[in-house]
Nanobody
Framework: QVQLVESGGGLVQAGGSLRLSCLASGRTFNRYYMGWFRQAPGKERQFVGGISRSGGSTYYGDSVKGRFTISRDNARNTVYLQMNSLKPEDTAVYYC???????????????????WGQGTQVTVSS
């Protein structure tokens, strides 16, 4: 069982920045591929980005490329999502997720992940 707890969400003006954190339980965090997703009201959950187990590879959805950065600290069991140049359309609940398989590369589908956090709200005002 893996527990994931997101934090760092809030209200920010367009053009601003936020950094989300996701703390994972367990002693084998460096074996989890980690992803970030978001879901706006009435819309499907959308892949934001993913990071490999070592942190050496990252992948991003087209809508956030160049603005968002994913990183991880395996010693702290934490994955981060740095969000810059935020836009009103970035408003959503943001979720982190853990993939316990041995797969690598692009992991952009919801059903590729085994555990999910409860989500944190990000609201970007215009």
């Amino acid at each position: 069982q893996v527990q994931l707890v997101e934090s760092g969400g809030g209200l920010v003006q367009a053009g601003g920045s936020l950094r989300l954190s996701c703390l994972a339980s367990g002693r084998t965090f460096n074996r989890y591929y980690m992803g970030w997703f978001r879901q706006a009201p009435g819309k499907e959950r959308q892949f934001v980005g993913g990071i490999s187990r070592s942190g050496g590879s990252t992948y991003y959805g087209d809508s956030v490329k160049g603005r968002f950065t994913i990183s991880r600290d395996n010693a702290r069991n934490t994955v981060y999502l740095q969000m810059n140049s935020l836009k009103p359309e970035d408003t959503a609940v943001y979720y982190c997720a853990a993939d316990l398989s041995s797969s690598s590369g692009w992991r952009g589908r919801v059903n590729q992940y085994d555990y999910w956090g409860q989500g944190t709200q990000v609201t970007v005002s215009s």
